[in-house]
């Protein structure tokens, strides 16, 4: 796994040092990121240089720079984990509370007006509370990423991210919940019992085939969305991905054969997305008889990993195996989407090499261009439930609004989400 850190590195000021420190850091086969001169004396400089490396490189690395003469380690840093410290999200007030004036409005004794109000008209909760831009974000930690069952605790760093972007893209407040519980019927026995504080469920990191259960279920006895984003927020990202890439090459993807490895709960979201779109074959490999009998059910093919490698137009992975894809097995022309996180199957520069046509991994298909907007066009159309329309809807203006040398949109813009969310909103309220 490459690990992000902050190197602060000393060196005597004379003419090439620094680009003899770079050229050291180079050779040890570490990527630099960023370099910021953090101050300077009379006879030395002190740099910030921040590096993206493994372990294995790190040591060899500080070993080396040990060597120079002209440089010295002051210290370093993990920059993912000072980013987490003290935590991802808090609670804020939307109205002022400066006097006491203001908090018999908000609090006692003004709120029992308020409270009577949606008592007697409970559609007013909609509009005196945040009940809609509320997201609960349910997990019980037994899929976090491609690290597994750690739990739900060990996985709230997640869920704290998931949350933080809601709130900056879409204005969305979610709230992490943590469950312990694995038996999915105790699972939809505790959101049945909580739903009420929520707008709509955000189920995350829950393993298949439990997931698919749970969202199942929920969705029947909730008047409220539910959206696994493991199957769905995924699959609305990579029909997007998929929609500009054959674009750019010119290759129809109703009739390209589509090869799914990996058919947990975000290559079974793929593939039943892919197939509502009009796929006409989507060949599936996976090592459990029980998905293959789902992607069978689906209306997919089954099929090893070779024959599914050397049949497929377009190659989706979702197995979470770093290097399970060898470069020999990729065909001329393909389209490879590695999509698992932190390591892909195959680094698309190896299956370019090999004659790809295109080739990405989950840097670049980022599920969180999906589900902040699928939230907040669900909830602003009020609709109970998800539905592939609203989901190919987000995948089609996600696909429309990737510039011209990029795959996608970028994530950090605010309007893409805003613009995909309007989408959704407008496909749920013509199925209404």
């Not at 840093?77 to 808090?90: T, Y």
């Not at 709230?175 to 019992?193: C, G, M, N, R, Y």
């Not at 009009?278 to 599936?284: A, H, I, M, R, S």
């Not at 009998?293 to 195996?321: C, D, F, N, P, Y």
């Amino acid at each position: 796994m490459q690990i992000p850190e902050i190197l602060l590195i000393e060196s005597k000021h004379q003419p090439g040092n620094l680009g003899r420190i770079l050229t050291t850091i180079g050779e040890c086969g570490v990527v630099i990121d960023h370099i910021t001169l953090a101050r300077r004396t009379q006879d030395k400089s002190v740099w910030e240089i921040t590096v993206e490396m493994d372990e294995a490189a790190g040591r060899q690395l500080f070993d080396r720079l040990a060597e120079l003469p002209y440089a010295r380690l002051l210290g370093r840093s993990d920059r993912v984990f000072d980013r987490h410290r003290g935590g991802k999200i808090e609670t804020i007030t939307k109205v002022a509370l400066d006097s006491i004036q203001q908090l018999r409005d908000v609090y006692t004794p003004g709120v029992a007006r308020v409270c009577l109000a949606i008592q007697k008209h409970p559609e007013k909760v909609w509009e005196y509370t945040n009940l809609g831009n509320t997201v609960g974000i349910i997990t019980n930690g037994t899929a976090i990423l491609g690290l597994g069952n750690i739990g739900s605790l060990p996985g709230l760093p997640v869920m704290e991210g998931k949350a933080m972007i809601y709130a900056k893209f879409v204005g969305i407040s979610g709230v992490p919940i943590l469950l312990t519980d694995t038996d999915p019927q105790k699972v939809i026995e505790t959101v049945l019992a909580i739903e009420s504080s929520f707008g709509a469920i955000h189920i995350e990191d829950i393993a298949a085939p439990e997931c698919f259960e749970i969202e199942k279920i929920l969705s029947e006895k909730l008047n409220k969305p539910v959206m696994q984003d493991d199957q769905h927020g995924t699959a609305v990202v990579v029909l997007a991905g998929l929609l500009t890439a054959t674009r750019r090459v010119n290759q129809d993807l109703k009739n390209s054969i589509v090869g799914q490895i990996g058919l947990g709960a975000a290559g079974i979201g793929i593939t039943s997305l892919l197939l509502h779109y009009g796929v006409k074959q989507v060949l599936g490999a996976d090592l459990r008889e029980s998905a293959l009998q789902q992607l069978e059910a689906l209306g997919g093919k089954r099929a090893g990993l070779e024959e599914l490698m050397r049949k497929s137009h377009i190659v989706i992975a979702t197995t979470g195996v770093k290097g399970l894809i060898k470069p020999e097995m990729v065909r001329t022309g393909q389209l490879i989407f590695a999509l698992s996180n932190p390591e892909a199957e195959i680094e698309p520069r190896l299956a370019l090499e090999r004659g790809a046509a295109f080739a990405t991994d989950g840097r670049s298909v980022n599920n969180a261009l999906g589900f902040p907007a699928l939230f907040r066009g669900a909830l602003d159309a009020r609709v109970k439930r998800f539905t592939n329309e609203m989901y190919m809807a987000a995948a089609n203006k996600l696909s429309e609004l990737a510039p011209p040398d990029e795959l996608l949109p970028h994530v950090l813009e605010k309007s893409v989400h805003t613009a995909v969310a309007e989408a959704v909103k407008a496909a749920a309220l013509a199925q209404q």
